[in-house]
């Protein structure tokens, strides 16, 4: 797996005091920004933590950035479009919460998950929204290989794996460190931070979540 590594600008300051930080990478969605951002901030207003949003905005041309900062919400600004998992280290990079959650920008993935997702943290190193094959939001013809892969992935590490990059999960922060500089550039981030996690005996749950 070829990894690039992207320096990342030193001006942008971490953020300090809370305890749960919610990363939105986000491309060009100025069309569902501030939806995503309203519902996560309603879900977050139930749980029992301090916490903020970070919109990772990844080079967008149509403004998705000024959007989020308008919604209120701390937003770091790729000035190129670097990649998803270059969106996700740099947010994880540029918060000191101990726990970190991630979420797609266009709520394929319902924010009102997290509240449970966040729940069953406790003795966990992650907890990952599993989405099931038969869901609306996956097309049929990736069914068939989804499967395959979550089976051959699990077979890597010897645990089942019922979703290998769901793009829902709350993390420890700590842990994910460990293994940041393993992380590629693109969408293969979930995969890899999964089987790296696995693969070294850390505590890693399912919650089903639906998806869109």
Not at 115 to 130: I, T
Not at 172 to 192: E, Q
Not at 198 to 203: F, K, L, S, V
Request: hydrophobic share 45%; charged share 20%.
């Amino acid at each position: 797996m070829r990894d690039v590594t992207v320096a990342v600008p030193p001006s942008w300051p971490a953020s300090s005091g809370v305890g749960l930080a919610v990363i939105i990478p986000a491309r060009d969605e100025r069309d569902g920004i501030a939806r995503t951002i309203a519902m996560v901030q309603d879900a977050l207003k139930g749980l029992p933590v301090s916490s903020e949003i970070l919109v990772v905005d990844d080079g967008s041309t149509d403004g998705t950035g000024a959007i989020a900062a308008g919604a209120g919400v701390r937003v770091i600004t790729h000035p190129l479009n670097l990649g998803y998992g270059v969106a996700l280290r740099t947010g994880i990079q540029h918060t000191d919460a101990p726990v970190v959650a991630i979420l797609d920008a266009d709520c394929s993935y319902s924010p009102d998950a997290m509240a449970r997702l966040y729940a069953r943290l406790d003795g966990a190193d992650m907890v990952v929204g599993a989405r099931s094959l038969l869901s609306d939001g996956v097309p049929w013809i990736r069914r068939a290989p989804k499967w395959l892969l979550n089976r051959f992935a699990s077979y890597l590490v010897g645990r089942r794996i019922p979703d290998l990059n769901s793009g829902q999960r709350v993390m420890r922060r700590d842990t994910v460190l460990r293994y940041l500089h393993l992380m590629p550039t693109g969408f293969s981030f979930t995969s890899t931070i999964t089987l790296a996690m696995m693969a070294n005996g850390h505590a890693v749950l399912y919650e089903p979540v639906p998806y869109a």
